[in-house]
């Protein structure tokens, strides 16, 4: 498994969670004080009696724990693109640091191991064939056949 197959993985874990709200895969945003566009792994969105709240959830694919370095970065992507909510995800926890620097940056912190995302992803690769729906078909990872 790499990076990018890490991030997938863990829009596709927010996109089976139940909750309302819009999910966006590897989008961008501009920056609300530079106007550059940034890029977000998963932004999730959610409109309510008039008002928009958006959550970024940012995945961390990291072989040792994540520090308050990577908390910082998130928080303050999250503040750039006008996040209400931050989520940094990551395979290995996270060390007593950055989950003091999480909770008082409004960061939430989860993990999805290394072993959930590979089960995920052998899940998503088989389907059912949409002609016959009898057999099984192999999906590759931008959904061809």
Known sequence: MNWKQYQEVVAEVYSRMEG???????????????????Q???????KTKGHTLGILVDAKFRKRKVNVIDVGVVAELAKS??????????????SKNAEKK??????????VTIEQADALIK??????CPTCMRESIIMDRDGAI
């Open 102 to 111: 999480a909770k008082n940056s409004q960061v939430d912190l989860r993990i």
């Open 123 to 128: 899940d998503l690769e088989w389907r059912l």
């Open 20 to 38: 309302k709200g819009t999910l966006s895969y590897n989008i961008h945003l501009p920056d609300k004080d530079t106007g550059e566009m940034r």
């Open 40 to 46: 977000v792994d998963t932004w999730l969105e959610i």
């Open 81 to 94: 693109v006008r996040a209400n909510l931050a989520v940094l995800v990551c395979p290995n926890g996270w």
